[in-house]
């Protein structure tokens, strides 16, 4: 790495603010005011500490890093700083009385003491690793010094260390071009410049007065050490004195200082990052494609933490596995999306064939203990099994490293997904994931996972939305055996034109219509008929007129046999001759066969037939020696139907479905993506010369959508081959029906047009009518 992590930059303990400390590389500081708060586990791992000086601020952590790690350290802590600097730590820190002298007590691993004081000159260079390490002078208590530090032959970088007036630094500046950032010092602001000379610290003014010593315009200038009680001011003083042109910034906790280009960055929850998340998080929010989600949280997840690869699960609806959805891997140009049943990426079993928990799986362990993982090397440990990684490792030629696998937890505490990102990357390097990629990642996992619980929430209830309804149509379907696919056509017929329209570019070309249209015309003329529900079965089903529960014509013809009796019982006794006995029979069986033809009922009945029906009203038959009307008042009113089969009363109980239906659908909450269901699903009986029923709309008021289930529900009436009182019309009847109401008003001209010189008339004809109807040509 050729940066420097800001671990703690203040001049002094505050809220939220931790004193000096830069983390150089991954077991390299300078300085060692808060380490353990920055690095947290992390912290183990450092080796070497250099300091500036002795001061409180500058040391604190030390007498906590080796005890809070010691039985895990393997090597050795070794503090490196001026011989004054030393020998105050060895009295009076690490002295057996403010704290165990370390240098006296040995590691538990090896025969090596855990702490090593190593005191250094100034201008002496140290290695370590790839780096060189030179202190230099600073003009502040004894033992004082700055650091020069260079990667190979890098660009380097200089802290000044707690310093006043400072010639040599400048010198060492101008006489070294490969240094490219200063780290300077600035504790106090320019009203209390004689405490700053007396304690030998800079202010804004003292800084530029300095700056004159400086020979080169290339030079990035970071400020630490602010005093948190004059921070305000300070800023004032700061940007008073213009310190801010020289490409740099005042430090905080957390910022990232890219050496090579003086770039800085915020590994906290700087303004950037935050507006960042909140991007991500609105993104995630806004998102309304299941595999397009799927795909943003991986995406945008990798983009904040700079991982270079990843992938997402979520856990099957039988819980039983994390199945694979999304990978990518920016290195080797892959991304894969909404992944089903590849073999290439097969779903992780959360159980072994013997029904234990698969804990071998670090996505599995995360799922099932609700808690981040992070690996520092997958290659490396051996709590858990990586063939999968090592495998796609081996066939790529790719080098899987660090890893953070986070749970994806939705509000009711229970594990949806698991997200794996792999490889965060630094200056082309690949470095570990921190504490603050798990800060930030939990909380944008949450949002991820709020985001996916809504959406599928919302599936859910469409699929519940569906599935009633859908129940609900059949149910009415199945009151009668004659309508019982009458919704199901109907929605197939309002989507085969919607769809039409929505690809045509004639006269619906400014018409577009979306997924969710479709859905609302679909759920429409799944409930279009939804207050039939309550209408009686021999309403529905009346297949002639005297139909109720039953046919009564039976009853009739019982009460004709019993007339036929007794015109036979009157030849038997001589009361009447042969002759009439014929003449009577032959009267009784026409005006029979005339009740059943008039009971069929069909079209339109003539007044001579009212008349005949009228003579044979009159007619009695004795029962119990009491005479009785052939034809009871209700049977003479139900056969008096001049048109069908039905009473007025019975048409309109057959209507008021239409009102029931309005009035059902309106106490449904539906939505606001369904808002347009209701009147879609209501309005099929509306026409547009207002004669319609049961608002009585006029043309105006009745919509596209509208129209299309008016059409739709009249079509599938006329054209269906199962209702008891009709034959399934040919198409050239329909379309003459159709062109009839179009000349009255009552339907829309261009639909009716449209329709039948489109392919889908030939392609609904083809699947749902018989061939017998087909006698159209376009």
């Not at 940007?239 to 020289?246: A, I, P």
């Not at 806004?286 to 799927?294: G, I, R, T, W």
């Not at 796609?392 to 698991?418: A, C, Q, W």
């Amino acid at each position: 790495m050729n940066y420097i992590k800001i671990l703690g930059a203040s001049g002094s303990k505050a809220k939220n603010q931790n004193t000096t400390s830069f983390q150089v590389f991954k077991d390299i500081v300078v300085d060692a005011g808060n380490i353990l708060n920055a690095l947290g586990n992390e912290a183990k791992e450092i080796n070497h500490i250099f300091l500036t000086h002795s001061h409180a601020d500058h040391i604190a952590d030390l007498p906590f890093i080796i005890e809070t790690f010691f039985e895990e350290r393997t090597t050795p802590l070794t503090i490196y700083a001026l011989e004054e600097t030393i020998e105050i730590l060895q009295k009076h820190s690490f002295n057996n009385k403010i704290w165990p002298d370390f240098t006296k007590i040995k590691l538990n691993h090896n025969d090596k003491f855990s702490l090593i004081f190593k005191p250094i000159l100034l201008n002496e260079i140290i290695h370590i690793h790839n780096y060189s390490i030179k202190a230099i002078a600073a003009n502040h208590i004894s033992g004082s010094c700055g650091y020069i530090i260079k990667k190979d032959q890098n660009k380097s970088f200089v802290i000044s260390g707690d310093t006043y007036l400072n010639p040599i630094l400048w010198d060492e500046i101008n006489n070294d071009e490969s240094i490219k950032s200063l780290i300077l010092e600035c504790s106090f602001p320019d009203k209390l410049e004689n405490l700053a000379k007396i304690t030998k610290h800079l202010t804004p003014s003292l800084i530029k007065k300095d700056l004159e010593n400086l020979k080169r315009k290339d030079l990035s200038i970071f400020f630490y050490h602010l005093k948190p009680s004059y921070k305000k001011e300070l800023l004032q003083d700061i940007k008073k004195n213009k310190l801010l042109d020289y490409n740099g910034k005042v430090l905080n906790e957390g910022d990232i200082i890219h050496i090579d280009t003086g770039n800085i960055e915020n590994s906290l929850l700087s303004e950037h990052k935050f507006e960042e998340i909140m991007k991500i998080n609105l993104a995630l929010t806004s998102q309304h494609n299941k595999e397009k989600l799927f795909e943003d949280i991986l995406t945008l997840t990798r983009k904040l933490t700079n991982a270079d690869a990843g992938s997402l699960y979520i856990k099957s609806k039988d819980e039983k596995n994390l199945e694979f959805k999304v990978v990518q891997n920016e290195t080797l140009n892959i991304k894969i999306a909404n992944i089903k049943n590849d073999s290439s990426w097969p779903n992780l079993p959360i159980y072994l064939e013997d029904g234990t928990v698969n804990n071998k799986m670090v996505a599995i362990v995360c799922a099932n203990e609700k808690r981040i993982i992070n690996i520092h090397d997958v290659y490396k440990t051996t709590e858990y099994k990586f063939e999968g990684t090592k495998n796609f490792d081996k066939t790529t030629n790719y080098r899987s490293k660090s890893m953070l696998v986070i749970p994806l937890i939705n509000h009711e505490n229970d594990v949806i997904g698991v997200l794996q990102l792999i490889n965060k990357k630094r200056d082309k390097e690949i470095i570990n994931f921190d504490k603050l990629d798990e800060k930030v990642i939990i909380s944008l996992a949450s949002q991820a996972a709020m985001a996916l619980t809504n959406m599928q929430l919302i599936s859910s209830l469409e699929e519940f939305i569906n599935a009633f309804v859908s129940t609900i149509a059949k149910a009415i379907d199945a009151k009668s055996p004659y309508t019982s696919d009458h919704i199901e056509k109907v929605e197939k017929i309002a989507l085969l034109i919607a769809k039409a329209i929505n690809d045509d570019k004639t006269i619906y070309k400014n018409i577009t219509y979306t997924e969710n249209d479709y859905k609302q015309i679909a759920l429409a003329a799944w409930i279009h008929d939804i207050g039939k529900i309550s209408m009686p079965e021999y309403v529905l089903d009346k297949a002639t007129k005297l139909e109720k529960i039953y046919d009564r014509i039976d009853l009739i013809e019982q009460r004709f046999e019993i007339i036929k009796k007794d015109k036979e019982i009157e030849y038997l006794k001589k009361q009447i001759s042969i002759e009439k006995f014929e003449e009577d029979i032959k009267l009784l069986e026409d005006y029979s066969s005339f009740i059943k033809r008039v009971n069929l009922g069909g079209e339109f009945m003539k007044d001579e037939d009212i008349s005949k029906l009228d003579e044979i009203s009159k007619l009695t038959y004795k029962k119990d020696n009491i005479d009785f009307p052939l034809i009871n008042p209700d049977e003479y009113y139900n056969l008096s139907i001049r048109k069908g089969t039905l009473t007025k009363e019975e048409i309109d109980i057959i209507r008021n479905h239409a009102q029931l239906s309005l009035d059902m659908i309106s106490e449904l909450p539906f939505p606001k993506k369904f808002k347009n269901v209701l009147n879609i699903a209501c309005n099929h009986h509306e026409k547009l010369n207002g004669t319609g029923y049961p608002r009585g709309l006029s043309e105006k008021d009745i919509s596209l959508e509208d129209r299309i289930m008016i059409f739709s529900d009249i079509f599938e009436a006329l054209t269906t081959s199962e209702r008891p009182y009709k034959v399934a019309m040919k198409l050239s009847t329909v379309k003459n029906i159709f062109e009839n109401m179009t000349n009255k008003g009552e339907i829309d001209k261009d639909l009716v047009q449209f329709f039948f010189n489109h392919n889908i008339l030939e392609q609904y004809g083809k699947e749902a009518l018989k061939a017998e109807q087909l006698d159209l040509n376009k």
